[in-house]
């Protein structure tokens, strides 16, 4: 109990410490989840409940760098007025002292359940991993339980972020593993009353089929059920860049199939990222009152130059994704930024039926850091436009070889430029929802979407377009608040 007062107490003091520092950085998001200072990781225990979203986050408040995480804690009715709470959960005890690693939660008969990981160093500089449980009334204080599972002899101390949803009468637990050949599983465990659980064995594997080698580490699993097909979304380690696919260090991702609880497999087609751009990873879903099946990412990734972020020198890194929803069309996942985030618009500004031209024009109103911008083609465009975001991004559709391509500046030397791919069939429309120093692109719907932190200049507001195209386009666009 001292130990959780004396972190807690240390916590609140960090924020204290920095708030000025922090709060004054030009790149403070201005309708992203952020630290309130240090380093933000993964969403975790995502969930409704009594009439409130939560969202817990994987928190380090003392520095930017990743260490014993907290779990920091946000809430909000409308998924969009967001309130920062008391730290739901720090590593205050032998079975999580090097961390509460990720986690989910869930509803069970009025309270609110988180399951997380407590990862442990041991006196021989070995991981240990736990999965733990606590407990809560009212969705804001929490007691711990302890732990509820060990690591199965079959794997690697690798072995965490679980993530618990009921099917029919019983519940079930995913777990991100690694087997002792060092390749990465998704791991299914049921249980009767949260507090027992059983082993039920790999669901899916790195060396399972139909994958042959798909990575030494599966993280952050989750288990989704859309259209009546099962949907395991997961962030894989150690894939090899393939082409214009996996060129981040690491990736997020699903598979669609059918998971038969009862063997236990799930019989999945192939893998497919789930962002194209530069940072996303570790998402996390949660089913609303509504039925919607919401998603965050964290807007960034693991050991990818995270010391070259400029935000490190104002005590803080990394953000959330903004809110989606997910869809199942056929087999592939749509993600669509959640229709509550249009209550954030302020002045609209319309152009319609523009004809382009390979001048670089912008319009009035479509320019400056917390903007949406929505631009659809009447017909199937043959040739190249190209957006330029700000002198730091640019948003290039090339036809004939159906390439999206996202360009930015590099933050690690703010001059090298780093470019994303993904084909698409044939273009529609483009959504923006820029931030003081975030992009969040969706295509067609959401059939793609392009995740990127941009760090351009105070000054640098202007946004152009241009295309040697004579399809004429729709430009919208939004200032947001
Ligand atoms: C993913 C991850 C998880 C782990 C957590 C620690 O980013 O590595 O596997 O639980 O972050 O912060």
């Not at 003091?13 to 520092?21: F, P, S, W």
């Not at 039925?291 to 010391?307: A, S, V, Y």
């Not at 992009?439 to 200049?457: C, M, Q």
Request: glycine share 6%.
């Amino acid at each position: 109990m001292e130990r959780d007062k004396q972190l807690r107490k240390q916590a609140e003091e960090a924020i204290d410490t920095y708030r000025e520092q922090v709060e004054s950085d030009r790149y403070r998001l201005n309708y992203h989840l952020m630290p309130p200072v240090g380093l933000l990781n993964d969403p975790n225990g995502f969930v409704y409940f009594k009439g409130r979203y939560h969202l817990f986050y994987q928190w380090n408040p003392f520095q930017t760098t990743h260490g014993a995480k907290f779990w920091g804690h946000y809430s909000s009715a409308d998924l969009i007025e967001w309130e920062h709470h008391e730290i739901a959960l720090a590593p205050s005890d032998w079975f999580d002292k090097n961390g509460c690693y990720s986690g989910s939660a869930i509803e069970h008969d009025g309270k609110l359940y988180l399951f997380y990981t407590g990862n442990v160093k041991n006196k021989h500089g070995e991981r240990e991993s736990y999965q733990v449980m606590a407990v809560s009334e009212d969705g804001f204080t929490f007691e711990k339980q302890g732990v509820v599972l060990e690591v199965p002899e079959q794997y690697t101390a690798h072995f965490r972020d679980p993530k618990v949803w009921k099917h029919e009468n019983m519940f079930y637990m995913v777990i991100g593993a690694q087997s002792k050949q060092q390749t990465g599983l998704a791991v299914l465990f049921c249980s009767k009353d949260l507090k027992n659980w059983e082993h039920l064995g790999p669901i899916a594997g790195a060396h399972m089929k139909p994958l042959a080698d798909f990575g030494y580490m599966w993280e952050c699993p989750d288990v989704i059920t859309l259209n009546g097909k099962d949907v395991l979304i997961l962030s894989p380690q150690g894939l090899e860049p393939e082409g214009i696919l996996y060129n981040n260090l690491y990736q997020a991702g699903y598979f669609v199939g059918t998971l038969d609880y009862q063997k236990p497999l799930f019989e999945h087609e192939q893998f497919v990222e789930l962002d194209r751009g530069f940072e996303f990873y570790a998402p996390q879903t949660t089913l609303d009152s509504k039925g919607r099946r919401l998603m965050f990412g964290w807007l960034g990734l693991p050991e990818e130059r995270e010391e070259h972020h400029p935000t490190i020198q104002a005590h803080w890194i990394h953000a959330m994704t903004l809110p989606r929803e997910l869809t199942l069309v056929g087999d592939k996942l749509y993600q669509r930024p959640v229709e509550e985030l249009k209550t954030l618009r302020q002045e609209e500004f319309r152009y319609e039926n523009v004809i382009l031209t390979t001048d670089e024009q912008s319009f009035e109103g479509i320019e400056g850091e917390s903007l949406e911008v929505f631009l659809t083609c009447s017909s199937q465009p043959k040739g190249d436009m190209i957006i330029q975001i700000r002198q730091h991004a640019q948003v290039i559709y090339h036809s004939e070889s159906k390439l999206l391509t996202l360009k930015r500046v590099s933050f690690v030397d703010n001059q090298t430029i780093e470019e994303r791919h993904c084909r698409v069939e044939g273009l529609e429309n483009l959504r923006i929802y820029l931030d003081s120093s975030s992009l969040e692109l969706f295509v067609n719907d959401g059939a793609e979407v392009f995740t990127a932190r941009i760090y351009p200049n105070a000054h640098e507001k202007t946004i152009s377009f241009s295309a040697d195209w004579d399809v004429p386009v729709s430009i919208s666009a939004w200032t947001l608040s």
